[in-house]
């Protein structure tokens, strides 16, 4: 096992990370399997064979697995892997703060020289990376954009819904349609010269849904969704998550059940359903159901733990 982790970890360094193109998509799989070995089995030394064989794969290492792995290569104290953490977020203009958070795991390496080089490195190009988090061009359109989008569904949504025959509810309609037309104009503009918002030009999956990012959800194309949307998720630049979300809101809409990566809660599922869902899962990257039940109930039991402790050493 520990060879196998330093030949990988050869691999890792070694990693080409310029305009590579590539599916993400077994990415998606090897990280899924990582998470569930460290979160059910915690099993960090399997997880850290998933991440570096998954990391070869790719141009471009999702900021959020890079995090997960620092923490398991940390908590096994393999320093030069952490140190390599360190190297990738500066050459993937990652602040080294949202990798190596407060967490105590990570002290003594906040304390030796490689960090001090790092950081160094770091300040000296701070403006490139305030250029990437702060003033992404993505954000800007986006952020003006979000005004007449908002605008016009705070005005109509009470009136339309409960008045929708009337003249007035027409023209909001009318109006309504008429801004969203012009939006995704501008959406299309963007993506075809900034590329699609993704974590390397500074938005991350959760933009598209929150603050400026709404202007995005309500792009309800199945042409949007299945040709620009699917390159941005097999290019790693939209989660497997944010995706799924995007087809059930459009599939919704549409009424289009095909496009159904979730379940519900609420009811029970045929087998037949539950094999089609994790059928439709699996080929965007995201792990089954059972997989994801698993993960979500190891992570509520580990935040129960942790707020149990938290209120114990304050008494």
């Not at 160094?120 to 359109?141: G, M, R, T, V």
């Not at 939209?238 to 979300?245: G, I, Q, T």
Request: with cysteine; aromatic share 14%; hydrophobic share 35%.
């Amino acid at each position: 096992m520990k060879k196998f982790i330093l030949s990988m970890f050869v691999l890792f360094l070694f990693a080409n990370t310029v305009g590579q193109k590539v599916n993400y998509i077994p990415y998606y799989h090897l990280v899924n399997r990582a998470k569930l070995v460290k979160c059910v089995n915690a099993d960090c030394d399997s997880a850290i064979v998933y991440y570096l064989q998954a990391f070869e794969m790719v141009d471009y290492i999702l900021r959020e697995d890079l995090q997960y792995f620092t923490q398991c290569a940390a908590m096994l104290e393999k320093d030069s892997l952490v140190y390599s953490a360190m190297d990738r977020c500066i050459a993937q203009t990652i602040y080294l703060s949202a990798i190596f958070t407060s967490n105590s795991l990570f002290d003594k390496y906040k304390n030796t020289k490689k960090w001090n080089e790092c950081y160094a490195i770091e300040q000296e190009n701070i403006e490139k990376y305030k250029e990437k988090y702060y003033n992404s061009p993505h954000k800007k359109i986006l952020d003006s954009l979000v005004i007449s989008d908002q605008e016009v569904r705070n005005k109509a949504n009470w009136f339309y819904w409960t008045f929708p025959n009337t003249k007035k509810a027409r023209k909001l309609r009318e109006r309504w349609h008429i801004i969203d037309s012009c939006n995704r104009l501008v959406v299309d503009k963007m993506i075809e010269k900034y590329d699609f918002p993704n974590e390397r030009n500074g938005c991350f999956n959760d933009y598209i849904f929150l603050k400026s990012g709404v202007v995005l959800t309500h792009y309800r194309d199945t042409n949007f969704l299945r040709n620009i949307e699917y390159k941005a998720l097999t290019e790693g630049k939209l989660s497997p998550d944010c995706y799924a979300r995007k087809a059930k809101q459009t599939a919704y809409v549409l009424k289009l059940p095909s496009l159904d990566y979730t379940y519900c809660y609420q009811k029970e599922m045929t087998a037949q359903e539950k094999e089609q869902v994790n059928k439709n899962r699996y080929e965007i990257g995201l792990p089954s159901i059972e997989e994801e039940n698993l993960i979500i109930q190891c992570n509520r039991i580990k935040y129960q733990q942790k707020k149990a402790l938290e209120k114990k050493r304050k008494k």
